[in-house]
């Protein structure tokens, strides 16, 4: 098949045929999810809270057709410890623009600070609005002025509380030998969902620009 001419729905039809294959061969089981790997790496300079050099990581055979990505940084004094994670979901408004209807940017800033002097990678999934998407996002925002939480607003517009699945940034972790981690978040799901797939959480480090008034409201 010729990738270079067709579009997005041909590729996922194309991995979904050679899953298929997969399967039939027995080197795949039904509903199974094929193994990740690394398909491209290439060094990048980030100036976010500080600057500094990570390697910018995508990945073949992830769960979900989305472009997701990871920013790989070194280890060079401790090498041997456990390595810090943020797996982030995408937030255009406030990774972007630092709009303060969330703690995104705040939290992606001090992501990049710690996990470039520790070692570590930051995971950044392709989920914007709690999975929702980002129109949905902004119309749950009207909401919220009106004097509903997120998780209210969600559902008043048909949609789930958090709808983010971390299936891929499993997979992910697996990929890039990270199998045993440090997890920065704030959310109990996040690291439910990771334990699930076989990644060792082995310990949690709370992420600071996440404690807000409003229970709940951003993790």
Aim: charged share 25%.
């Amino acid at each position: 098949m010729d990738t270079k001419s067709c579009g997005s729905a041909d590729l996922l039809k194309y991995d979904m045929t050679e899953m298929g294959a997969a399967v039939a061969r027995g080197e795949l089981s039904a509903g199974e999810t094929p193994r990740a790997k690394v398909r491209s790496r290439v060094p990048v300079v980030l100036r976010r809270g500080v600057e500094c050099v990570a390697d910018l990581v995508t990945f073949e055979n992830l769960a979900d057709p989305g472009e997701h990505v990871a920013f790989v940084f070194p280890a060079p004094y401790r090498a041997a410890e456990i390595l810090l994670v943020r797996v982030h979901s995408e937030c255009l408004t406030g990774d972007l623009l630092g709009c303060d209807r969330c703690q995104c940017g705040g939290q992606l800033q001090e992501a990049v600070t710690l996990i470039a002097a520790r070692g570590g990678a930051i995971l950044y999934l392709r989920q914007e609005g709690r999975g929702i998407g980002l129109y949905n996002k902004v119309d749950a925002y009207v909401l919220q002025d009106v004097g509903y939480d997120t998780f209210e607003a969600n559902r008043l517009l048909g949609r789930g509380a958090d709808e983010r699945t971390y299936r891929m940034a499993a997979q992910m972790l697996s990929a890039l030998g990270l199998d045993t981690v440090e997890l920065l978040t704030n959310n109990p799901d996040k690291v439910r969902q990771l334990r699930a797939e076989g990644i060792e959480i082995a310990s949690v480090r709370r992420s600071e620009p996440d404690l807000l008034t409003e229970p709940h409201r951003f993790f």
